[in-house]
């Protein structure tokens, strides 16, 4: 099993910068697919990026293309999410997910572990 640990999340102006981390124990993140999710109040988890086992694949959802990074440290057995162009709807609750199948896992209900999550405020 994995423990997944958000951190680096809080209140950013519109057009701002954040860096999400995940750190990892019990496993280490090459042995995972890893994601990213968020969910906002009120409404359904939904994607935001993911890397592949090996790190040499990553895929995005197209609302965070070209602003969204996700990369892995593994040195420090961390995955992270260096978000720019921050806007008021990347406001959410972002959560790290882990899963041991290969390829790209798009969907929420793909990933077996989670993190607690780290809240992300966008204000105009």
């Known amino acids: 099993q994995v423990q997944l640990v958000e951190s680096g999340g809080g209140l950013v102006q519109a057009g701002g910068s954040l860096r999400l981390s995940c750190a990892a124990s019990g496993r280490t993140v090459s042995s995972y697919v890893m994601g990213w999710f968020r969910q906002a109040p009120g409404k359904e988890r939904d994607f935001v990026a993911a890397?592949?086992?090996?790190?040499?694949?990553?895929y995005y959802a197209d609302s965070v293309k070209g602003r969204f990074t996700i990369s892995r440290d593994s040195a420090k057995n961390t995955v992270l999410l260096q978000m720019n162009s921050l806007k008021p709807e990347d406001t959410a609750a972002y959560y790290c997910?882990?899963?041991?199948?290969?390829?790209?896992?798009?969907?929420?209900?793909?990933?077996?572990?989670w993190g607690q999550g780290t809240q992300v405020t966008v204000s105009s």
């Open positions: 890397i592949s086992r090996s790190g040499a694949s990553a």
């Open positions: 997910s882990a899963d041991p199948r290969g390829g790209l896992l798009l969907k929420a209900s793909e990933y077996d572990y």
